[in-house]
């Protein structure tokens, strides 16, 4: 009776533990279940590859700004603090929203544009008042703006706003180019100093399409050596990514070196700048999404610098 009873008990005993351990776990799965259940409700914003990085990038800059604010009040450097605050104002959001006006709903334009006037107000604050306490409530009233746009809108690129890109890409640089988009392949290739861009005839006997090849990268390496890059916007728009840096680099920051292929031409790009060899690699990249149907790459190719 004795063992039959204590039999029992060490029975209900493990049931009730075994239980303890597995109602977290199948409780985990619940909750599993349920998020991925979950469907995103925020607003689409289908925008194509350009315009998603410009957007993007700008998000990234306003959290490496936000970033650089903070760390200048952990050291009480209120001279820092304003100069990082003033990166983010008014100034910054003609810089990246402007070209994109047309594109983006009103609601998300309204959100950004008292975002960028507080952090002027930050800066100027920070400067006249160099309060930390009083720097870091506005630093937290003007992050609900950014939480508040995450929390609305969700960014995206659709196939259908790519392959009209592509459409309208074609149609621009028909306008542009002298030679035949079909008859011809764009070669992006990325080096660790810059990079290499060749237009090449799929067909090597037509000496036509070669030499209009070799007639327009001739005049465009001349006005990228002069700074102008009016022609490759003319195509891809001012939003094109890397397009500002390379308009803003000055006389002989860039190394740009014309030559005569078999098949077509190339245009070398070097440079020891950092920032340029970056821009340089995504303005490759934007061309390859943007001709996508006529373009390829070879990865990195290694180039030396001439």
């Not at 975002?115 to 800066?123: Q, S, V």
């Amino acid at each position: 009776m004795k063992n039959s009873i204590s039999t029992q008990f060490f029975a209900h005993t493990s049931k009730i533990n075994s239980t303890k351990l597995w109602l977290p776990f199948v409780l985990s799965l619940v909750s599993v279940t349920a998020i991925a259940n979950e469907v995103d409700k925020r607003q689409v914003l289908n925008l194509t590859e350009p315009q998603r990085h410009q957007v993007l990038t700008e998000m990234r800059e306003l959290l490496t700004g936000t970033q650089d604010i903070l760390g200048a009040l952990a050291k009480e450097d209120m001279v820092s603090v304003a100069k990082s605050a003033r990166e983010l104002g008014f100034e910054m959001k003609h810089k990246a929203e402007n070209p994109l006006h047309d594109v983006l709903p009103k609601a998300f334009m309204q959100l950004g544009m008292p975002m960028h006037k507080e952090f002027d107000l930050i800066a100027a604050d920070a400067e006249a008042l160099k309060d930390p306490k009083h720097t870091l409530q506005q630093l937290n009233a003007t992050m609900g703006k950014c939480t508040a746009c995450h929390a609305t809108y969700q960014i995206r690129s659709s196939t259908a706003t790519s392959e009209a890109r592509l459409d309208e890409v074609a149609e621009r640089g028909r306008h542009v180019m002298p030679f035949s988009l079909e008859k011809t392949t764009h070669v992006f290739s990325k080096t660790e100093q810059g990079g290499l861009q060749q237009v090449i005839v799929k067909d090597p006997k037509n000496a036509k399409q070669i030499q209009l090849i070799r007639e327009h990268l001739t005049k465009i390496s001349t006005e990228f050596k002069q700074g102008d890059f009016s022609n490759p916007a003319k195509i891809h728009g001012d939003t094109m990514p890397g397009l500002e840096e390379l308009r803003k680099a000055k006389s002989g920051d860039i190394n740009v070196a014309y030559k005569e292929l078999p098949n077509g031409a190339e245009i070398h790009y070097s440079t020891k700048d950092p920032i340029l060899i970056n821009a340089i690699h995504q303005w490759f990249d934007a061309q390859l999404t943007d001709h996508a149907r006529h373009a390829t790459s070879l990865g990195h190719a290694k180039h030396q610098m001439h």
